[in-house]
T-cell receptor, first 110, second 111 residues
């Protein structure tokens, strides 16, 4: 079983829609949860991170972690065509390598 | 603040040849990681350095891959000899605490 599981999609939504991206993880010791955005032929770009359980909001993006169910979510409000990318969830602990999901490919159509 | 720099950006070689990648982390970041990202997959750790010491190289195929981080700054990753299955993007990342920042990657194609 992989440490982090993520549905690869692809996910296609119309512009303005609310997008929900999800991951599950298996290691209850993980404390840090990250979302990276990766455009085609680019390196992953850190979007948001959360420590332990709870929500974190940044503009149109909300990251949510539920440690009781080992569930990680990213919500994108008012999605834009420029949000079209692959979204990678990752989890781990400080000072250690991250465990990544496969990434979910998102396409926002005008 | 300058980001993580990597070179070359692209490399095409034939199997059994050797290749080397270079990474310059964000200034002041003590921890440096090399990840391998195969098409359609998330990045997978190859090796982690703390300053110039190796923290984790458990997933590095040591019969063909080697890496070093001289003086605790720049790092090189080498593959010798390359196999077809080494075709991937090689990503370098650095961190100060828990947030890792990635470079643009080197896309390797092995023919």
């Amino acid at each position: 079983q992989k440490e982090v599981e993520q549905d690869p999609g692809p996910l296609s939504v119309p512009e303005g829609a609310i997008v929900s991206l999800n991951c599950t993880y298996s290691n209850s010791a993980f404390q840090y949860f990250m979302w990276y955005r990766q455009y085609s032929r680019k390196g992953p770009e850190l979007l948001m991170y959360t420590y332990s359980s709870g929500n974190k909001e940044d503009g149109r993006f909300t990251a949510q972690v539920d440690k009781s169910s080992k569930y990680i979510s990213l919500f994108i409000r008012d999605s834009q065509p420029s949000d079209s990318a692959t979204y990678l969830c990752a989890s781990g602990n400080s000072g250690y390598a991250l465990n990544f999901g496969k990434g979910t490919s998102l396409l926002v159509t005008p | 603040e300058a980001g993580v720099a990597q070179s070359p950006r692209y490399k095409i070689i034939e199997k059994r040849q050797s290749v080397a990648f270079w990474c310059n982390p964000i200034s002041g970041h003590a921890t440096l990681y090399w990840y391998q990202q195969i098409l359609g997959q998330g990045p997978k750790l190859l090796i982690q350095f703390q300053n110039n010491g190796v923290v984790d190289d458990s997933q590095l195929p040591k019969d063909r891959f080697s890496a070093e981080r001289l003086k605790g700054v720049d790092s090189t990753l080498k593959i010798q000899p390359a196999k077809l299955e080494d075709s991937a993007v090689y990503l370098c990342a650095s961190s100060l605490e828990y947030t890792q920042y990635f470079g643009p990657g080197t896309r390797l194609t092995v023919l």
